[in-house]
């Protein structure tokens, strides 16, 4: 009995050991954090400043109401900002920012950081 159950923990050893480092990794999600300013006008350039925000981690950037969601221009974007602006058919309101992942699960993930469009 003992010699099946060191049979089995070997087997384990050997696929944990066979398996790519990329399906132990950790999947890092886009954070926002802040985005200055605040408020602007359609076509103002805006910075959102976070965590995993490289092209990478993030497809696209939305304005978003929680029922219309108005796609950004990104101007510039790496791991820690990401420059965008406020888009031409935004209507005036606040509204929270929310990101398009990239991978082969995209997801659309709604963040707690708000703009208001003047």
Do not use: C
């Amino acid at each position: 009995m003992r010699s099946s159950h060191i049979g089995v923990l070997l087997a384990l050893v050997l696929l944990a050991t066979l398996i790519p480092p990329a399906v132990h990794a950790q999947v890092k999600f886009p954070r926002l954090i802040s985005v200055t300013p605040d408020t602007g006008k359609i076509g103002d350039l805006l910075t959102v400043e976070g965590e995993n925000l490289d092209k990478s981690n993030v497809k696209a950037l939305y304005l978003t109401d929680g029922q219309t969601d108005w796609k950004t221009e990104i101007v510039e974007q790496t791991s820690k900002a990401i420059k965008f602006k406020i888009p031409k058919n935004a209507k005036p309101g606040r509204f929270n920012l929310m990101v398009l992942t990239t991978g082969d699960d995209p997801r659309l993930l709604e963040q707690p950081v708000k703009v208001t469009v003047e």
